[in-house]
């Protein structure tokens, strides 16, 4: 006669399906990175590419080994996120240690991106985006605008925007309804005294660095924030890898 002895462990559905929900959130929020565009050397499909397989790999091994119940999958996208965690964080402390060296990077980026404003719509989106937001207008000035061949104030351009700045340069008109997209039109042809009246003379950089003091707290919130939505992610992996190692150890009596 066998006596067989039947093991009380058993993989927990909540955390399973609470995992596999966790994947869904995970994915959307990944999934609106692939609106940021180009940056510096990086053409904005092989940006969304990468960011695409990111994605996908991520959701996959979480969703399908959550619902599997593979641990292989499981820890893979444990890793993957602890990965991700310490990443972030490294990033964080490194800009904060060689803040001259982000700044300078910051400053490459942005005028590399006035350089090819007029070649790509989504790059003009988001500079127009980030001008008219922060109120400001170019890296360090409207004369960093003389970057791009359309709005240079060299005698050989023959550009209609010429000694001009993007209509995200302007000052809004509250009176204005409509967009007047030609707003900035020969505005540096003017003394420099008058171009406050009708555009942003403050740059971007020198904005960005005034705006982050005054939003510490919520700078600093969304970032305990991602945190906790990572730690989280990462102890329902690990629950679960426990609980299926468990139920697996109690098939071998």
């Not at 067989?4 to 995970?26: D, G, Q």
């Not at 959550?66 to 991700?84: M, T, Y």
């Not at 302007?170 to 309804?177: G, I, N």
């Not at 904005?207 to 600093?220: D, F, H, K, T």
Request: glycine share 8%; with cysteine; net charge neutral.
């Amino acid at each position: 006669m066998h006596y067989y002895r039947y093991s009380s462990a058993e993989v927990s559905c909540w955390y399973k399906y609470l995992l596999f929900s966790y994947n869904i959130v995970f994915w959307g929020v990944l999934s609106d990175l692939t609106k940021v565009t180009r940056m510096h050397g990086i053409d904005p499909v092989v940006l969304v590419l990468m960011v695409g397989v990111v994605m996908f790999t991520l959701g996959f091994a979480g969703c399908v080994g959550a619902l599997r119940e593979n641990i292989c999958l499981l820890k893979f996208f444990c890793g993957a996120i602890v990965l991700i965690f310490f990443l972030e964080l490294a990033v964080a402390v490194l800009a904060f240690l060689f803040q001259d060296w982000v700044r300078d990077r910051f400053r490459e980026f942005f005028e590399s991106n006035i350089r090819s404003y007029r070649d790509d719509i989504d790059l003009q989106n988001l500079i127009d985006s980030l001008q008219k937001a922060n109120q400001c207008c170019g890296a360090y000035g409207p004369e960093d605008w003389d970057l791009n061949v359309y709005f240079n104030c060299s005698g050989a351009s023959y550009s209609r925007e010429k000694c001009g700045v993007p209509f995200s340069c302007c000052v809004p008109d509250p009176a204005q309804k409509v967009v007047n997209t030609q707003c900035g039109y020969d505005v540096r042809t003017q003394l420099k005294g008058k171009w406050e009246e009708s555009i942003f003379t403050k740059g971007c950089i020198p904005a960005l660095e005034g705006w982050l003091p005054r939003n510490i707290y919520i700078v600093a919130g969304v970032f305990i924030a991602i945190s906790l939505l990572q730690i989280f992610g990462i102890f329902l992996a690990r629950t679960l890898i426990s609980d299926i190692e468990a139920v697996k150890a109690g098939h071998h009596f």
